[in-house]
Every structure is written in structure tokens, then in C-alpha cells.
Nanobody, 115 residues
Framework: QVQLVESGGGLVQPGGSLRLSCAAS????????MGWYRQAPGKERELVAG???????NYAGSVKGRFTISRDNAKNTVYLQMNSLNPEDTAVYYC?????????WGQGTQVTVSS
């Protein structure tokens, strides 16, 4: 069984930074695309950033220039560095990965941006 476990969420003031991590564990043969999504109260889940196994990245327009996605293939881990956070970034952040050709989701980690 494959699991994705996120960490690094929390409460931060506007203008602050957080770094999220998501580690895949279990019987893993391959990991292709990895990404971060978020869901704010009353809104649909949206893609924040994605990264391919080759390191190509894409970002939602609202986070471009502020967030950076990266991955460590040796550790089966994807990261999301979030800078210049604002209250509109408040949401539950979910990790997603294609592991052994199947999609998996993490349990989510809360990010709250508030003064």
C-alpha cells in the first residue's frame, strides 16, 4: 500500500513563509508527476503547482513567483516553498502523486494565513 504523508502546515502571518513536504512510502516502483492542490472553504480543489519526474514545473497564476515546487527523487518527496503568503492562500493543501501508474492523495495539511 502506498501512502502520501504531508507535513509543514500551520499558522503564519501575512508576508510570511512556509515549506510543505510530502513523502511517499510503501511499495514504490515509479513516481511520475507530483503536485500540490489546495481547497479553501466553500471552493473547489485547485491545482497549485505540479512537477514532472524530469523536473518540469507548472504553477497556478495566483502563486507564480511566490511558490516553488521541487522534488527529491531519492527520498520520494515533493516540497512546496511558499513565500509572501497572503490570507487568500488559506486552505487545506493536498499532495498528489502518480505512483506505480496510480493516483494517490495525501490527507491534507492546513495552512492558515492570518494576523
Amino acid at each position: 500500500q502506498v501512502q502520501l504523508v504531508e507535513s509543514g502546515g500551520g499558522l503564519v502571518q501575512p508576508g510570511g513563509s512556509l515549506r510543505l513536504s510530502c513523502a511517499a512510502s510503501g511499495r514504490i516502483f515509479s513516481i511520475k508527476d507530483m503536485g500540490w492542490y489546495r481547497q479553501a472553504p466553500g471552493k473547489e480543489r485547485e491545482l497549485v503547482a505540479g512537477i514532472t519526474s524530469g523536473g518540469h514545473t507548472n504553477y497556478a497564476g495566483s502563486v507564480k513567483g511566490r511558490f516553488t515546487i521541487s522534488r527529491d527523487n531519492a527520498k520520494n518527496t515533493v516540497y512546496l516553498q511558499m513565500n509572501s503568503l497572503n490570507p487568500e492562500d488559506t486552505a487545506v493543501y493536498y499532495c498528489n502523486a502518480v505512483v506505480n501508474q496510480y493516483y494517490y492523495w495525501g490527507q491534507g495539511t492546513q495552512v492558515t494565513v492570518s494576523s
